[in-house]
């Protein structure tokens, strides 16, 4: 990379300084320039890292351009448990890594590869699903905070963000209904891990294991026409109850009306009309979201909060 960079970078500017007339300072401001040039390169090469977590798992790793603020970011990704790349979350990872955050972007196992999320994948199926990704993102979350250090997270300002799958698989991490089966992996997130969480067209497939003592302060984002992971309380993908499956989800709304309920910090922004495009909105909504993790980190009142009717096509 560096290289092809010096043979564009030098042919490119070998041409503009031709018009220097003393050979010495012509070379002296092209050897200073292509010096410059590669630093720049490597600095470009160093500002996104891949790290193997467990076994063929791995997280990209992306450190703050220019000044840091402290806060990181935990980003799992869509794909229906089927699909779904970490280099496809680049523009959010870059984005956030912009304004100063730390982000890491984890792989987990894609247990319906080459199959299907929808109605005729039986119940089962979809929970181990889901729950394979729970597991995988609990470990990540484990070894990202056990180098807390080397990867400069502050672990009190830790955040949790994922889209669509991602964002299933992040509440389910956060209320989680899979814990008793496997306490010996989830007895860790006993202690809160994560100071907030961002999530993107998610549902609960158990609205029972959030409690107000274990609530977590969110950013949701839903539109109120998914047509996959409903905005209030729905079947996925609205399954019949007669398919093999059939399964509940509580989405976005039902999650904020909890939050409303009992009084605890959750921002809700509902985009009238929209679709399953929402679970993308962290592509685009980076004042929103880095509005929301200050507020969180910097012990301002949220509140229960419902923003209608912004982002409409």
Not at 253 to 273: A, D, F, R
């Amino acid at each position: 990379m560096c290289r092809a960079l010096y043979t564009r970078c030098g042919k490119r500017w070998k041409r503009r300084l031709r018009s220097v007339s003393s050979p010495v300072l012509f070379k002296k401001m092209y050897m200073r320039f292509l010096f410059f040039c590669c630093l720049l390169c490597c600095s470009l090469a160093q500002a996104q890292t891949r790290v193997s977590y467990r076994d063929s798992l791995y997280l990209d790793h992306y450190r703050p351009q220019g000044k840091p603020n402290g806060m990181s970011v935990m980003f799992i990704h869509g794909g229906g448990f089927t699909g779904g790349e970490t280099a496809n979350q680049k523009p959010f990872a870059e984005g956030m890594s912009k304004r100063g955050y730390n982000v890491f972007v984890i792989s987990y196992r894609l247990y319906l590869k080459g199959s299907s999320f929808g109605c005729n994948t039986v119940t089962p199926e979809k929970l181990k699903a889901i729950r394979l990704a729970v597991e995988d993102a609990a470990d990540a979350a484990k070894f990202i905070l056990s180098r807390a250090d080397s990867f400069r997270v502050n672990p009190g300002q830790f955040f949790l963000a994922g889209s669509s799958a991602g964002a299933e698989t992040a509440l389910q991490l956060l209320y989680n209904p899979f814990a008793a089966a496997d306490p010996a992996r989830f007895d860790y997130f006993k202690t809160p891990r994560f100071c907030g969480a961002l999530i993107f067209a998610g549902a609960l497939v158990d609205i029972n294991t959030m409690q107000p003592a274990n609530w977590v302060p969110m950013l949701l984002m839903h539109g109120t026409k998914d047509q996959l992971v409903p905005f209030g309380t729905a079947s996925h993908h609205f399954c019949p109850a007669t398919s093999q499956g059939w399964m509940m989800l509580f989405g976005s709304k039902t999650i904020y009306e909890k939050g409303k309920e009992w009084n605890k910090p959750v921002v809700l922004y509902t985009y009238n009309g929209n679709g399953h495009e929402v679970s993308n909105y962290m592509f685009r909504e980076f004042d929103k979201m880095d509005t929301f993790m200050r507020n969180v980190v910097t012990g301002k009142k949220i509140g229960a909060k419902e923003v209608v009717g912004v982002g409409m096509k």
